[in-house]
């Protein structure tokens, strides 16, 4: 198990406060009962999230989760850039850069398993660290998530945010659960990019025996051909129950996000929390980041 090769750690304040706002909640709601019944009901915004607003959406919901808690711990799975070309939608360095030097956020463990993107990683940590804690791993995140859940580097008081940006199947279930169930009071947060534009192509192109213990892995289980007889929203239904049902996340939101086009859902993003404010931070981030001014009234549809 890899230690963090720099950054240092300081004790946390115990404090999770709530926020004033709207009570709506910004869950698009799957209407069905079951996700492998008949197709649910599912709108979508008029207004959907493009890729590269991922990274934009990201910084700005973890900047409102801190804004009430003072304090706080951002763990990034799968933290190398994605997009070369687009240095706007690297999460991990809006989030550093929209985490205020003053404290709010204190400690960072990004994690990358492979050797060209971890030199950038930690080349742009260099840039973007000013005087905060940032501690980057280089490794499997699903061997190396011990080496932050522990007492000594993670206190079970400490507000926590965990992204899991996968590509397609990196991000195994069972680190899920593990992430899930470090107590606390509340559960880590977690932000899960469940890939679907590509899901179905990525699974009937498995034939070696690796890549099918890897999806294996990935879904904690070998009954994921259930995801080839659904779709879409059905889809992120069955993933957004395991998140509610398996893992026990008090809220559990499905999020579409498109493709330039605005045709085509790219991935669902998947936001599990246990803080009852947590679903309006995310609203608001949604709202901010993607809607203009003259239609942000229009967010969070209901069924």
Known sequence: MNQPEDGKLSDPDPVFAAIDGDSQSPLFELAASSATRRKPKFRTPDYPIWTERKGLLVAEYLRLFVYVTHHGTYIDGFAGQQD????????????????????????????????????????????????????????????????????????????????????????????????????????????????????????????REQKLEQIDRWWGGKDWDVLGRVTGPARAELFRRRFEEELG???????????????????????????????????????????????????????
């Not at 000013?130 to 932050?148: K, L, M, P, Q």
């Not at 085509?264 to 404010?277: F, K, Q, V, W």
């Open 84 to 207: 070369e070309a687009n240095e706007d939608s690297w999460c991990a360095r809006l989030v550093l850069r929209n985490a205020p030097n003053r404290g709010e956020l204190r400690h960072f463990h990004l994690f990358e398993l492979n050797e060209l993107p971890h030199a950038r990683l930690r080349r742009m940590v260099n840039e973007e660290r000013g005087d905060r804690d940032v501690n980057v791993y280089r490794g499997d995140f699903n061997r190396e998530v011990e080496c932050v859940l522990r007492p000594s580097v993670l206190k079970q008081t400490e507000a926590t945010f965990a992204l899991l940006d996968q590509r397609c199947f990196e991000c195994e279930w069972e680190t899920v659960q593990k992430l899930a169930a470090y107590k606390g009071p509340h559960k880590i947060e977690l932000l899960y990019f469940m890939p679907e534009g590509w899901l179905d192509r990525s699974m009937k192109s498995a034939k």
């Open 249 to 303: 996340y008090a809220h559990v939101d499905a999020w579409q996000i498109f493709d330039k086009t605005e045709k085509r859902t790219m991935y669902y993003l998947i936001h599990a929390a246990d803080h009852d404010e947590a679903p309006k931070f995310m609203r608001r981030a949604y709202r901010k980041c993607v809607l203009p001014p003259g239609k942000r009234d229009q967010l969070g549809f209901r069924f």
